[in-house]
């Protein structure tokens, strides 16, 4: 079976067990096939013990799988070691010689290649120039701070010119801000060096602003693989619902079924709920609703005589951009509701009050019905 030219990485049925203590195994990864195409920025998303970290293992050649194969440029890897795969790893740690200086860090793989020394002098100033440290050679490692020190281990791995870049959660370590900074700089870094990045985190809001695709993992199965706003407007389980960004789920089970419209009776408020079909559903299925909270409205009544729900609200935040809503509907069900402020004012009138009666409106195409967990 020849691999298609058009995918950097493939991982065909690839399952990973390790042992565990009891005698027992623990299937790290389970039956997980995926394709990464070249150039792409790809991510492994989720929770710890997913099986992402692994995955990545399994690329980069530290572990072999237990069965199925993982093709790297159109080679199946098998037991090849990490030294002769078309790859490179960039870790949290970072993992950089603290006795060297900068440019002695960068050029150590290919001095371990014996590449000439002229030859090694280009392609580190290249590198350094890449990641903006050029001026940076000459100092040592505790000389930088944590964001230059993340680039030295980025331009340490480019140097070489894998095919494949492999970055397993290398921003970890990095303060909120800096973090934040160094999302935009290695997205537009992959895009100018045009290498397939595959990116392990557990981080949703990363994996969203850095994607072209993510794939979202639990307990060493792959949940869904898309582009960020297929992930997050369109989840295929409760589980990536609940995972990606935040969102409120009611529960109750399905009364009707018309193409991609969902009529739910509610579990614990009176009335049903009309919304989209996401999954394989059928009549008098137990169903999770999923409403993220940027996308329900309040009024002062109703807007139309469906999806929409009176409610009272508990408490308010104010936050900026928007004030956060918790409203009750009943003693059973409370929604967190995000209102944008489109309006620069200090009446206080404007901002809804706790105790407030209001009415919650739900749009259908806003509306997710998915299988319960």
């Given amino acids: 079976m020849v691999s298609d ?16 203590p009891g005698g027992g195994e623990v299937v790290a990864v389970d039956h997980v096939s995926l394709k990464i195409q070249n150039g792409e920025f790809f991510s492994l998303l989720g929770p710890s013990g997913c099986g992402k970290t692994t995955s990545l293992r399994l690329m980069a050649g ?8 993982i093709l790297i440029k159109e080679q199946i890897m098998g037991r090849t070691p990490p030294y002769l795969r078309p790859v490179n790893t960039v870790f949290q740690s970072y ?25 090694i002098k280009r392609r580190v100033g290249e590198a350094m120039e890449m990641v903006q440290l050029g001026k940076l050679g000459a100092r040592k490692p505790k000389q930088l701070s944590g964001g230059q020190q993340q680039r030295i281990a980025l331009a340490r791995a480019l140097v070489k010119r894998p095919a494949v870049l492999l970055l397993d959660e290398p921003l970890g370590a990095l303060d909120l801000k800096l973090r934040k900074e160094m999302q935009l700089e290695l997205k537009l870094l992959q895009a100018q060096v045009g290498i397939t990045f595959v990116y392990v985190t557990h981080d949703q809001e990363e994996a969203l602003t850095m994607s072209n695709r993510i794939a979202v993992m639990d307990k060493g199965n792959v949940l869904q693989i898309g582009s960020p706003v297929e992930i997050y407007e369109r989840p295929n389980c409760q589980f990536v619902a609940d995972f990606i960004g935040e969102t409120n789920f009611i529960f109750g089970k399905v009364s009707s079924i018309d193409g991609d419209r969902v009529t739910v009776q509610l579990e614990n408020i009176s009335g049903e709920l009309v919304g989209m079909c996401q999954g394989e559903l059928s009549i008098g299925m137990k169903v999770a609703v999923s409403i993220r909270p940027e996308k329900i409205r309040l009024a002062e009544k109703p807007a139309f005589d469906y999806n929409c729900f009176p409610g009272r609200v508990v408490t308010t935040a104010y936050i900026g ?10 003693e059973k069900t409370r929604l967190r509701i995000w209102e944008q402020n489109k309006i620069s004012t200090l009446d206080p009138s404007v901002y809804y009050s706790t105790g407030q009666e209001i009415w919650v409106v739900l749009f259908p195409d806003n509306v997710l019905i998915l299988p319960a967990m």
Avoid: C, Y
């Fill in 5 to 20: 030219p058009q995918f950097a990485v493939e991982m065909r049925n690839v399952v990973k067990r390790f042992p565990n």
């Fill in 62 to 69: 530290f572990e072999w799988p237990t069965d199925g194969d």
């Fill in 95 to 119: 993992a950089l010689f603290q006795h060297m200086t900068v440019a002695q860090n960068v050029a150590f793989g290919l001095e371990m290649e014996h590449v000439s020394k002229p030859e």
């Fill in 321 to 330: 951009s928007d004030t956060r809503v918790i409203v009750d509907l009943n």
